[in-house]
């Protein structure tokens, strides 16, 4: 359980919310919803992956350790958080191109990053393959509700949204890059923290 909640803080559905609201506030509801449930179908097809094949595939194919991983992705990771704490949501890219481009933009990196990756690994090594299967899937399905019904509620909002509500998520999103560069300092110690345990 303490995975399957640390892989829901990394995947952070509040953050997404705040990074795709551009994208949010030009689409209809129902086109977001299209665009997020294939971002996630496309999302759990990587976790998967990773859930079942992470160790072979980061010891015999890319030659790394998980250590490496959690040091190169903690890094990626703080520096997006700062970027966010810093710039704010104008620091976020613009979607652009039809429906059937924007999941796999949604998926990487909002979705798909070292740290959810590197969770993936921890889940498939710690459960038996169809539970951490179910915990992967579960985490996502999560993510997706959140997403969808804040976009609903933004509809319902449409009048409001850049007067109040858009000034209190700027701050929310300045608030949530300081929880998730803290996230990218810990992958980095842990890295670290394995590497010097291992030289010794």
Partial sequence: MQLFTFMLIILNPFAQVLYLSELMREMSCRDFATVHIRASLLSFGVFALFVLFGDMLLHNVFQVRLASLQIFGGMIILYVAYR??????????????????LAPSISLPYMIGPGTIWTSILI???FTWWVALLMVAGVLA??????????????????????????????????????????AVEMILRGLDQVFNHAE
């Fill in 142 to 183: 999560i993510n997706m509700a959140f997403v969808i019904i804040v976009q609903i509620v933004f509809d319902k909002l449409q009048s409001r949204r850049e007067t109040l509500i858009g000034k209190y998520f700027a701050i929310l999103m300045r608030t949530n890059a300081l929880f998730i560069g803290a996230i």
């Fill in 84 to 101: 966010y704490f810093a710039a704010g949501p104008g620091s976020n890219l613009l979607f652009r191109g039809n429906i059937t481009d």
């Fill in 124 to 126: 498939g090594r710690e």
